[in-house]
T-cell receptor, first 114, second 110 residues
Framework: QQQVKQSPQSLIVQKGGISIINCAYE??????FPWYQQFPGKGPALLIA?????SEKKEGRFTISFNKSAKQFSLHIMDSQPGDSATYFC?????????????FGSGTQLTVLP | DAGVTQSPTHLIKTRGQQVTLRCSPK?????VSWYQQALGQGPQFIFQ???????QRGNFPDRFSGHQFPNYSSELNVNALLLGDSALYLC?????????FGQGTRLTVV
């Protein structure tokens, strides 16, 4: 299966709070898991990515947690800010060969209240 | 360094017409992929071009075709447009692992 399931569909947090978005996958051949941030009218922008040989990756306020046995990964946004309000997509890819398509989740619309 | 650029940004077409969308990849990137993003959905993979050849294709009909030029730029062509083809069409370029997206072309079919 190529599907990546993402939850929740929408999320509202207070400024300074922690935002958590979850994704699950079925294809064990996936070996690259990026998160994208998309603002209205813009294309997705790469936020952070992880490979399955590590369980956690942190970049500033953004952390990916990865559970290979459960085939799940999540994005944590610490100290959430109103400027973080956007749609977030998880994705997965088989990172080998000449064709490396991304399979996206359905997206999470995050609203951070001031 | 310019990122991925797409043209046009917006387009309105009539059902049954044909459309061509264009993409210039990020400097140094040799692989271009096209995605369709319906409103409120995640991007769906259409196809990928590398060395001027289609390398992989998603679950899209033959009405969707593409081309990659020697300078790595790419075109997406859609024939016999349907109302359901209305979406944001995204181009992504990559060299190794990271894919960078353009701002997209918003296609409206009326």
């Amino acid at each position: 299966q190529q599907q990546v399931k993402q939850s929740p569909q929408s999320l509202i947090v207070q400024k300074g709070g922690i935002s958590i978005i979850n994704c699950a996958y079925e294809n064990t051949a996936f070996d690259y898991f990026p998160w994208y941030q998309q603002f209205p009218g813009k294309g997705p922008a790469l936020l952070i990515a992880i490979r399955p040989d590590v369980s956690e990756k942190k970049e500033g306020r953004f952390t990916i947690s990865f559970n290979k046995s459960a085939k799940q990964f999540s994005l944590h946004i610490m100290d959430s800010q109103p400027g973080d309000s956007a749609t977030y997509f998880c994705a997965a890819r088989v990172d080998s060969g000449s064709a490396r398509q991304l399979t996206f989740g359905s997206g999470t619309q995050l609203t951070v209240l001031p | 360094d310019a990122g991925v650029t797409q043209s046009p940004t917006h387009l309105i077409k009539t059902r049954g017409q044909q459309v061509t969308l264009r993409c210039s990849p990020k400097s140094g990137h040799d692989t271009v992929s096209w995605y369709q993003q319906a409103l409120g959905q995640g991007p769906q993979f259409i196809f990928q071009y590398y060395e001027e050849e289609e390398r992989q294709r998603g679950n899209f009909p033959d009405r969707f075709s593409g081309h990659q030029f020697p300078n790595y730029s790419s075109e997406l062509n859609v024939n016999a447009l349907l109302l359901g083809d209305s979406a944001l069409y995204l181009c992504a370029s990559m060299k190794y692992s990271e894919a960078f997206f353009g701002q997209g072309t918003r296609l409206t079919v009326v």
